[in-house]
């Protein structure tokens, strides 16, 4: 194939110059083709490693935060010291989470929001 394109570019009537410059477009239009799929592949694959670094950043936790009292409540904080999940083991334990609503909030914010008319043992 490429032959053929060869020897009926060889027939064309024009001067060497014009000749010259349709190859280097030609060239540079097949090789601007393979950059723009090259640039397509790494923008994906910097995408997929900002997303998976963030959701390792974010949603891993780091530090599990024990609170012990009426009701056991179990907080899992991650890097940015917001709480990303809640375990909790009775009644009560449901009540308060439904109460305080805790997810993505700072722990020490809801640690400053603990009833103080109450003991709690807090276990890091």
């Not at 032959?3 to 090789?31: A, S, V």
């Not at 790494?42 to 974010?58: D, H, N, Q």
């Not at 409540?73 to 805790?102: A, F, H, M, S």
Request: with cysteine; net charge negative; aromatic share 14%.
């Amino acid at each position: 194939m490429r032959l053929e394109i060869q020897e009926d570019f060889d027939k064309i009537q024009c001067t060497n110059q014009i000749k010259e410059e349709t190859k280097q477009f030609i060239d540079d239009q097949m090789h601007h083709k393979k950059r723009w799929g090259l640039k397509l592949a790494l923008s994906f694959a910097v995408t997929f490693l900002v997303c998976g670094f963030s959701y390792w950043f974010y949603f891993i936790p780091v530090v599990a935060i024990t609170l012990d009292g009426e009701t056991s409540i179990e907080l899992q904080i991650n890097r940015l010291d917001r709480v990303i999940d809640v375990t909790t083991y009775d009644k009560l334990g449901k009540e308060w989470c439904k109460q305080e609503n805790p997810w993505h909030q700072y722990y020490e914010d809801i640690l400053q929001g603990l009833n103080d008319n109450e003991e709690w043992m807090i276990t890091v």
